[in-house]
């Protein structure tokens, strides 16, 4: 029971992962970008909508890497 509840929370977690990359723009589309490079915005003092974002993905996907791990020594 408990299993399927980790499992079934691995499954919204990573749908929620997807859904969060998805929404997230390139920073560095084409040449222009890699050899000039991109200024960061975090000198201010509001992050803004890519910021969050990128926090947003950091969490998650680190809560989907932990859930996968507790999962497989469970499941084992």
Known sequence: MFLNALIGLQVITAVFLIVVVALQTSKNEGLGGAIS???????????????????????????????SIIVAVIAK
């Open 37 to 67: 490079g991109q200024t960061s915005s975090s000198f201010r003092g509001k992050l803004g909508r890519e910021e969050q974002l990128g926090m947003v993905t950091k969490y998650v996907a680190v809560s989907f890497f932990v859930l």
